[in-house]
């Protein structure tokens, strides 16, 4: 039952964390690596893009999971280049947002880089 709510508690503060990035005029750099960072654990994609006066994202999906290590210098991996279109910004990212364990412990992590907020804190 206490996962539950902890898991409630990190995904509204993603949630108003996404809020409070994309609705600024300027979209600071820290707040770019932010969004970067969410569309990348959700589409699995290698390189990202974003073009906020055009609305637009462009990334390369990585296709085979055992080919990329993020770890390490890939010469040889298998992408396909998708480029997407948005209206609203913070409406996208936040589906994006999913209820895994480990993209959790992904959002915890962000959460602590972004707001200084320990995620244990949350769970009170």
Same mark, same amino acid.
């Given at each position: 039952?206490?996962?539950?709510? &902890?898991?409630?508690?990190?995904?509204? =503060?993603?949630?108003?964390?996404?809020?409070?990035?994309?609705? #600024?005029?300027?979209?600071?750099? #820290?707040?770019?690596?932010?969004?970067?960072?969410? !569309?990348?654990?959700?589409?699995? %994609? %290698?390189?990202?893009?974003?073009? /906020?006066?055009?609305? #637009?994202?462009?990334?390369?999906?990585?296709?085979?999971?055992?080919? /990329?290590?993020?770890?390490?210098?890939?010469?040889?991996?298998?992408?396909?280049?998708?480029?997407?279109? /948005?209206?609203?910004?913070?409406?996208?990212?936040?589906?994006?947002?999913?209820e895994d364990v480990s993209t959790? %412990?992904?959002? =915890?992590?962000?959460?602590?880089?972004?707001?200084?907020?320990?995620? %244990? &804190? !949350? =769970?009170?």
């Amino acid at each position: 039952m206490g996962n539950s709510r &902890l898991t409630t508690r990190i995904l509204m =503060a993603m949630d108003d964390l996404i809020t409070e990035s994309s609705t #600024r005029k300027n979209i600071t750099s #820290r707040f770019q690596d932010l969004h970067k960072s969410i !569309l990348r654990k959700h589409y699995n %994609a %290698a390189d990202v893009e974003i073009d /906020y006066h055009r609305q #637009r994202i462009k990334m390369d999906v990585v296709l085979n999971d055992h080919e /990329y290590d993020p770890k390490t210098i890939n010469m040889i991996v298998s992408t396909m280049p998708v480029n997407l279109c /948005y209206k609203n910004l913070g409406s996208f990212l936040k589906t994006c947002l999913t209820e895994d364990v480990s993209t959790l %412990a992904f959002y =915890a992590t962000l959460l602590k880089q972004y707001t200084n907020e320990d995620v %244990a &804190l !949350l =769970a009170l």
